[in-house]
């Protein structure tokens, strides 16, 4: 506080920092700007354990298609900022169908189809993003030897790098507004045990999915033995001596013999004595392996082919749309911001257009709902709670205001036909009541009470 006269001046107090909580990366206390080690905070560990998983077992990795293809399969769509009555209206149309341009000829769909694909099997992706010599994007190749380099005072990553082998093979800022390349890092649930990356779809279920792993890769062991049991090949007894060269060749004529092949010998006491698991089956084998499939099924939550074809045309529709509703939009959500914050509106401003302008992302075609919706506006206006020209706006439809000026006069004529009908047929003789009682018909006159004053 400044006193100058009469006049007293209050200096605004400055912000030192936008949050105050930070995340803890290794030392005590609130972190300051650190750097990292090679190797330190890496997730190259993590990424090889869950594409094993992938690769040995079929039901994680169906999950992460699965998931990938219900968020991106009906494409990308794109709508103005804002409605046609705003006078940046133009400005916002060309800006959508500009970026609508870069978008396929970036092939932005597919690009989202394996970010999300890498989204649900690792728990994070990593988009590479350049304005030099055009504005560009990938998917950065080797995803998993990416590590953080840098973290600001809030412990926020600021710089990112590849190490491979132990080498230095790329690095990356973050900030898309300053830096001609950059890297965008799109992560899904990321907590304090996953920090700084995202968390995948198969934790909570590696468990079973090691547990099926092993019990398949055992059961092909036990069926090898049951098809080719091991047998022991006795030569000789207590009552013949055997040659030591006839024992070597007999050795290595059973070694060296074809499955269900066998051996010819002449003067030798010769048994085979079978092996193997003597033929005792796996009990509760399926009912074990069918539990621990549900639990993978119920953790995933994503359900196979076999579950959606064996289920019923509703059940299937509601698994469906339980997907979509806790995995699929979030993932969209998670897509759409970092594809409009880090991508698109620095694109656009560098382009001379503001970042206002930048239109808005749709995972599905903006007419999807305009029949539940014309329905509903239907209904409002007919009830005179909401006029057509509001219904139109909303639908974003033309609203054509003489015709429905000709409408509402045709309904006040049919108003006025129906309100004068009404008044005549009051004015009508009533017909008198007949009552019937067997064989005999009655006819009730109705006649008003004398007036001896009138």
């Known amino acids: 506080m400044v006193k100058i006269g009469k006049w007293t001046l209050f200096e605004k107090t400055k912000a030192t920092e936008k949050f105050k909580a930070g995340v803890d990366t290794g030392g005590g206390g609130k972190p300051k700007r650190k750097t990292f080690g090679m190797g330190e905070h890496s997730w190259l560990g993590r990424c090889k354990h869950f594409d094993?998983?992938?690769?040995?077992?079929?039901?994680?990795?169906?999950?992460?298609?699965?998931?990938?293809?219900?968020?991106?399969?009906?494409?990308?769509?794109?709508?103005?900022?804002?409605?046609?009555?705003?006078e940046t209206y133009p400005l916002a149309e060309e800006a959508m169908y500009r970026v609508a341009k870069v978008s396929r000829k970036l092939s932005v769909t597919s690009k989202f189809y394996n970010t999300v694909y890498l989204m649900a099997k690792h728990g994070g992706c990593f988009w590479e993003g350049t304005t030099t010599p055009e504005f560009d994007f990938r998917l950065v190749p080797f995803q998993e030897y990416i590590e953080p380099e840098q973290t600001d005072d809030i412990g926020n990553v600021v710089r990112w790098r590849q190490v491979i082998n132990g080498s230095l093979a790329a690095s990356w800022p973050t900030n898309?507004?300053?830096?001609?390349?950059?890297?965008?890092?799109?992560?899904?649930?990321?907590?304090s045990a996953t920090w700084p990356y995202g968390t995948s779809l198969g934790v909570g279920s590696e468990t079973e999915l090691e547990a099926l792993i092993e019990m398949e890769g055992n059961s092909k062991d036990y069926m090898d033995k049951q098809a080719w049991p091991y047998e022991v090949l006795a030569l000789g007894n207590e009552n013949s001596n055997l040659l030591e060269s006839d024992y070597t060749n007999a050795r290595s004529e059973w070694k060296n013999r074809q499955p269900g092949e066998g051996i010819v010998t002449?003067?030798?006491?010769?048994?085979?004595?079978?092996?193997?698991?003597?033929?005792?089956?796996?009990?509760?084998?399926?009912?074990?392996?069918?539990?621990?499939?549900?639990?993978?099924?119920?953790?995933l939550m994503v359900p196979p082919i076999s579950k959606l074809y064996n289920?019923?045309?509703?059940?299937?529709?509601?698994?469906?749309?339980?997907?979509?509703?806790?995995?699929?939009?979030?993932i969209q959500w998670i897509i759409k911001e970092a594809y409009e914050e880090s991508l698109l509106k620095p694109y656009l401003e560098r382009s001379g257009f503001?970042?206002?302008?930048?239109?808005?992302?749709?995972?599905?075609?903006?007419?999807?709902?305009?029949?539940?919706?014309?329905?509903?506006?239907?209904?409002?206006?007919?009830?005179?709670?909401?006029?057509?020209?509001?219904a139109c706006e909303h639908l974003?439809?033309?609203?054509?205001?003489?015709?429905?000026?000709?409408?509402?006069?045709?309904?006040?004529?049919?108003?006025?036909?129906?309100?004068?009908?009404?008044?005549?047929?009051?004015?009508?003789?009533?017909?008198?009541?007949?009552?019937?009682?067997?064989?005999?018909?009655?006819?009730?006159?109705?006649h008003k009470p004398h007036n001896p004053s009138g």
Request: charged share 25%; with cysteine; net charge negative.
């Open 52 to 86: 094993k998983l992938a690769q040995e077992y079929p039901l994680f990795n169906q999950s992460c298609l699965s998931i990938a293809g219900m968020c991106t399969a009906q494409g990308l769509f794109y709508q103005p900022a804002v409605n046609k009555k705003d």
């Open 176 to 191: 898309p507004d300053t830096e001609d390349t950059f890297i965008v890092h799109v992560p899904w649930n990321m907590t």
């Open 266 to 299: 002449r003067n030798m006491t010769v048994d085979i004595k079978p092996g193997g698991t003597g033929s005792q089956p796996i009990r509760e084998l399926a009912t074990l392996c069918q539990l621990m499939k549900d639990n993978v099924h119920d953790g």
């Open 311 to 330: 289920s019923t045309e509703a059940s299937a529709t509601v698994l469906t749309q339980h997907i979509m509703t806790v995995l699929g939009q979030p």
């Open 354 to 390: 503001s970042r206002k302008s930048c239109p808005i992302i749709l995972f599905e075609s903006p007419d999807v709902h305009k029949e539940e919706e014309g329905a509903y506006w239907v209904g409002l206006v007919q009830n005179k709670i909401q006029t057509p020209a509001q």
């Open 396 to 446: 974003g439809l033309e609203y054509d205001e003489e015709f429905w000026k000709e409408q509402e006069e045709k309904q006040l004529e049919q108003f006025k036909m129906k309100a004068e009908q009404s008044k005549d047929e009051g004015f009508q003789k009533k017909e008198p009541a007949k009552i019937e009682e067997g064989d005999k018909r009655y006819t009730v006159i109705e």
